[in-house]
């Protein structure tokens, strides 16, 4: 079987799925070809496994502080190179298109009446799954922006929908070091972030950034961005601070890591993924560098790790079985040898509760 990959390249969560999935479709003798947009090539890091892959600009959201910016968004992204990119890009040799929410070869796929399928956080979103309030207008640019034949939904719960726990690649949590904070926030300014954890001189914090080098200040470190440093550091630090993105939390909750959240402001995904977490009691959600919170986040103990089956060899054979198998059966499978150390409350409804400690 012919593959043909498209990974959304804006931010890592899309690429660190595929650093799990790829392996496993490799061993189950799938050939692929890769197609990442959203970012230009040398922007990427640490690449080596998609051997000589194909880069487009895309589509992509502007962020400032923080904060999405939705006319520049809209202004600054070349609706007319990605037509043409689309109707240039051949997908009729390909028995399959897998698209990680990457518009170009969904589109493509979809206009040559190649078979496709999505497989993603963002294709969750296609079922009841914790959702904020309102961002109708996101909640179309969700369903319109990568479209395939198949959504297959990656999510940390059930929620007694047909999609499949979250895509991460095998890890195991070392001995923790107490003092040790991990921070990934690709949104916000790095200079906000070392004002933000200053005055907290009795915790490292290791600050992974968009920096030539590393920088030492006091008892922050700021650490140049790299997939197999941080997941070092990521297995024994004592928490993390990140803005909401659904791949690293995926990761802290399989190592039991406690986890402060500033989603992405405006964002609809990104508030729906911290609106999860407080359903599942598993993170504090801020909307701001509030260092009232951290002082008082720093002092929680870490979560019992959630063992998550081997998600990446469930879709490797259900791929392999040329994608007969209905996702209502392989979400029952995949889900059936979990065993979760929380309940979900539904209660929280639509509305995040800022603030509130797990």
């Known amino acids: ?28 003798g799938i050939e692929m070809d890769f197609i990442l947009t959203g970012r230009a090539k040398e922007d990427y890091f ?77 294709r969750a979103f296609d079922y009841a799954v914790p959702k904020v309030r309102g961002y109708i207008g996101s909640q179309l640019v969700l369903k319109g922006f990568a479209p395939t034949a198949i959504s297959m939904g990656l999510h940390w719960y059930h929620f007694d929908q047909p999609i499949l726990p979250p895509l991460i690649e095998p890890m195991k949590a070392g001995e923790m070091v107490g003092d040790k904070i991990l921070v990934y926030m690709g949104f916000e ?26 920088q030492q200040l006091g008892h922050i470190l700021i650490k140049p961005l790299s997939h197999t ?13 990140s803005n909401a993105g659904f791949e690293l939390s995926s990761e802290c909750l399989a190592l039991g890591k406690k986890i402060l959240i500033k989603p992405l402001s405006g964002q609809y995904e990104q508030l729906c993924n911290a609106l999860a977490l407080q359903a599942l009691n598993r993170g504090t959600i801020i909307e701001t560098l509030d260092q009232k919170i951290l002082e008082k986040w720093l002092q929680l103990p870490c979560h019992e790790a959630i063992s998550y089956p081997d998600v990446p060899a469930q879709i490797a054979n259900w791929v392999k079985g040329d994608c007969q198998e209905s996702l209502e059966d ?29």
């Open 229 to 241: 440093e941080f997941h070092k550091d990521l297995l024994d630090c004592f928490g993390v601070i």
């Open 46 to 122: 640490n690449m080596e496994m998609f051997g000589d892959y194909g880069c487009y600009r895309g589509l992509s959201l502007i962020v400032n502080r923080g904060k999405l910016q939705h006319w520049q968004t809209m202004t600054k992204n070349n609706v007319f190179e990605f037509m043409r990119d689309v109707r240039q890009l051949n997908t009729r040799e390909y028995d399959l298109v897998i698209s990680d929410f990457e518009p170009l070869t969904a589109w493509a796929a979809k206009l040559q009446g190649t078979r496709s399928v999505g497989i993603s956080h963002q």
């Open 330 to 358: 392989l979400a029952v499978a995949t889900w059936e040898s979990c065993d979760f150390p929380f309940s979900y409350d539904s209660r929280f409804g639509k509305s995040l509760q800022l603030g509130l400690l797990a």
């Open 189 to 214: 300014e790095v200079d906000d972030i070392v004002e933000f954890v200053k005055p907290f001189d009795q915790f490292k914090f290791l600050i992974y950034a968009k920096v030539p080098e590393e």
């Open 1 to 28: 079987m012919r593959v043909l990959y498209g990974i959304q390249g804006t931010g890592n969560g899309h690429l660190a799925r595929a650093r799990a999935l790829v392996p496993a479709l490799e061993t189950a």
